[in-house]
Structure formats: C-alpha cells, structure tokens
C-alpha cells in the first residue's frame, strides 16, 4: 500500500510523474519510494529507492528546484515518536534511477539527518533553498528547549547554513547568530512560557515569552516593559533585551531572528 504520494515533475520536462512512498510491515522493516510515469500506455516505472523502514509516517514531503534537478525533502518521524529524520531524493542519471544519499544500505537506516527536534525542513533563513534541521550541541539545554543546526544539501553532505532555538512548547524559534551558539546558556520557565538566553558569564543576552493573546488582553499593563517581536494565532511574543545583548539582541534584531509556526 501507498502511505505517501507526491504529484512531481523529477526530469524537467513539463509533465508531472507520481512519487509514491511505501512502509512495509509485517516481518520486514524497510521503506520505499518509486517513480511512475503515467501517459496513454500505461504506467511506466521509472524508478526505485529504498528508505528507512523505522518510521511511523511521513510528516511533510516538498519538492524543490536547484541548479536544474529537483529534490525531494520527505520528513518522517520515526517509530518511537520522538524523534524525526529526512531524506532527501533525486534523479541520477548516472545510476538512471532515483537515489536517497543519506539511507544506507547496509545498516537500513538514514542517520545524517535524523533528530530529536520534531521539526520538518524549511527554507529557514529565507534564501530560496530548504534547510534540514540537525541536532546542535548546546550544553545543558532545558528539556522544552532543542538547538538546531539548520543544514543545506550539497553534493551529497550537509553545510552549516544557519543555528535557532527551537521553543517546541511555545512553537516558535530563535535565530542564534553564528558566533553566539557555542557562547550560550539557555534558561526556560515551562509555567511561564519564558526563555531566557545569557552568556557564559551570566549575563542576559536576551528573554522571550509567549502570552496567549485572551490573557494579553486581561494584563496589558504587566507587559509594559517589553517589545512585541512576533504574533500567530492565538499567541503573543514579547522580548527583552539584556544588557550584554543591546546591539545584537535589540528588539528590531529579534523580530526578524523570531520563527513562528505560522509563519511557515
């Protein structure tokens, strides 16, 4: 049976082909996405690539040209439910078939881009280009809070692209620049939907909060102090800049460093 299906046009040429993606069950773990060409002959089958197989679905799956050849980006989560992974498709014609460069045969499995953020990829910095969200290694995060590294495929690997604090809870994320990720210390109050980011000497670079917009709207005044940086439905997103944090962190700079889930 086909769990996914995707209307596609792989080689170019001005006709859709039909991208279908099958989990197998039963004694075998394995997965699979073929390409069909339909046309007044028939069904063609133009090609076949195994996937990992310890996925429950796929979340999300685009498509997306660059440079002349179209890719796919399948977001899956896995079986335990708490953890994601991505694989990337394209046509090659040296093997001429479509090919998976991150699913290895072998073990079975996709690992390069598997994470325990449950996030899908997205054109995260805005460039024309989908990144694929990694796990990045910020110390002593908070159990809420992942940190991501927003990766770009490449000649079959992946390139640091750009680093956000994924708020999962609150469902938003933090751009973090470049040079601040591996300075960082990342505070979160759950009952109060606060994160709190400071250097390593513990000073605040920054705060964000996420405020249900009825309960914005019961207490205006206790939000007097800090800037309004983002809104989607139903939530308000206020921030604070700290001392340390004035010219990197100003309240302009983290409106445009905020990512809503609806501004997906």
Request: one cysteine or more.
């Amino acid at each position: 049976s086909v769990n996914s299906c995707l209307p596609v046009d792989m080689d170019l040429d001005g006709t859709d082909e039909m991208l279908a993606f099958t989990i197998e069950t039963g004694d075998s773990v394995s997965a699979s996405a073929t390409l069909y060409k339909y046309s007044a002959d028939g069904r063609e089958t133009l090609g076949r690539t195994r996937l990992d197989g310890h996925i429950s679905y796929y979340s999300e799956i685009k498509a997306q040209e660059n440079d002349g050849r179209v890719y796919i980006y399948a977001d899956a989560v896995k079986s335990s439910g708490t953890q994601m992974l991505t694989e990337v498709i394209y046509w090659s014609d040296y093997y001429n078939t479509i090919i998976s460069p991150f699913y290895s045969y072998s073990t079975g499995v996709t690992s390069s881009t598997s994470r325990n953020s449950m996030i899908n990829c997205t054109d995260i910095d805005a460039d024309g280009v989908i990144e694929i969200p990694v796990d990045a290694e910020v110390p002593d995060l908070p159990s809420d809070v992942y940190a991501v590294e927003w990766t770009k495929y490449d000649s079959s690997v992946l390139t640091s692209a750009c680093y956000s604090l994924a708020v999962i809870k609150d469902e938003y994320q933090i751009m973090i620049p470049d040079e601040y990720i591996d300075e960082i210390k990342v505070l979160y109050s759950s009952e109060e939907s606060g994160l709190t980011v400071t250097d390593k000497n513990d000073e605040t670079l920054f705060s964000v909060f996420c405020v249900l917009k009825a309960h914005y709207v019961e207490n205006t005044s206790a939000y007097s102090q800090y800037s309004l940086i983002a809104e989607s439905s139903g939530y308000l997103y206020f921030a604070q800049t700290g001392e340390s944090g004035q010219d990197d962190f100003s309240a302009d700079a983290l409106k445009s460093m905020i990512r809503t889930n609806e501004g997906e």
